[in-house]
Structures are given as C-alpha cells and as structure tokens.
C-alpha cells in the first residue's frame, strides 16, 4: 500500500499540476456560477448578470466571457468544496476588494428579482471564506439590492 502511494507521488508530472492550478477570473467565474445554481435553477438574467459582470471586472470580450462560465460550470460541478477558488481569491486580494467581491456575488442573487435562501446561505458561507464581517456582509447585501 505504501509502495503504491510513493509512486503515485512520484508519478505526478509538475506541468500537469501547473495547468490545473486557477487564476483569478476562473475563482471569481466559479464563485459567481456557485451563487447562480444555489436555488436549483440558473435563469437567463442571471446567466446575463454573470457575463456582465466577467465582462466590466475582468475586462473580458463576451465570448471569453461566455467561454470562462463555461468552464467555471463544469469545475463548479466537479469541486468538493469551494477552498480552491476562496484561496485563489484570498491570495490575490485586499479586504477592500473581498468586499466587492461579495457584493458581486449578491447582485448575481437578486438579478432574478427573487432572492432564495440557497442563494443567500451561499453568499454568506463564501463571505465567511473571504474574512467578511458581518457589518460588511449586510452593508454588500443592501448595496446590491438597491
């Protein structure tokens, strides 16, 4: 058992671990897509919201855009958990930025006019993750609802 452990360790090829690794928008895309497909169902003005927001953030064309949900979804679909991508975002960002991250996140959640209870225990849990107090968490909240 333990022979077949170490070689399985030493089998791991670096590049290959390299290309797995996420960047920035591909963490900010997979958190986005996570909210939108809190409630069960992914709506349009959602889908729209997201896109939107890779677009102006990120300063993505709409086809890179399209392309990042794209590949965020089925690495939403694959993931444990959401560690990978909260790290990614933990690295690369101030509190002042996590913030407006979160904030991101709530207007995907309201972009459907309904505000589901999935969607808001999601944002919550990822603001947790981000180091969000929970004064900055309400003030994201009402911020993206008006």
């Given at each position: 058992?333990?022979?077949?452990?170490?070689?399985?360790?030493?089998?791991?090829?670096?590049?290959?671990?390299?290309?797995n690794e996420l960047d920035f928008n591909t963490a900010l895309a997979a958190?986005?897509?996570?909210?939108?497909?809190?409630d069960g169902r992914s709506s349009k003005?959602?889908?729209?919201?997201v896109a939107q927001i890779?677009?102006?953030?990120?300063?993505?064309?709409?086809?890179?855009?399209?392309?990042?949900?794209?590949?965020a979804e089925s690495l939403v679909e694959e993931?444990?958990?959401?560690f990978a991508f909260v790290k990614q975002i933990n690295n690369q960002t101030s509190d002042v930025e996590r913030t407006e991250i979160v904030e991101l996140l709530w207007h995907v959640a309201f972009a459907d006019d309904e505000l589901d209870s999935h969607e808001e225990h999601i944002v919550r849990r990822i603001a947790g993750l981000?180091?969000?107090?929970?004064s900055d968490f309400i003030a994201t909240k009402l911020a993206a609802k008006k």
């Amino acid at each position: 058992m333990l022979s077949h452990i170490k070689k399985l360790l030493q089998d791991l090829n670096p590049q290959e671990l390299a290309r797995n690794e996420l960047d920035f928008n591909t963490a900010l895309a997979a958190l986005l897509v996570e909210v939108m497909r809190a409630d069960g169902r992914s709506s349009k003005r959602e889908l729209a919201k997201v896109a939107q927001i890779l677009v102006t953030r990120c300063e993505l064309s709409a086809a890179q855009a399209d392309a990042l949900i794209n590949k965020a979804e089925s690495l939403v679909e694959e993931a444990i958990d959401l560690f990978a991508f909260v790290k990614q975002i933990n690295n690369q960002t101030s509190d002042v930025e996590r913030t407006e991250i979160v904030e991101l996140l709530w207007h995907v959640a309201f972009a459907d006019d309904e505000l589901d209870s999935h969607e808001e225990h999601i944002v919550r849990r990822i603001a947790g993750l981000l180091y969000i107090s929970h004064s900055d968490f309400i003030a994201t909240k009402l911020a993206a609802k008006k």
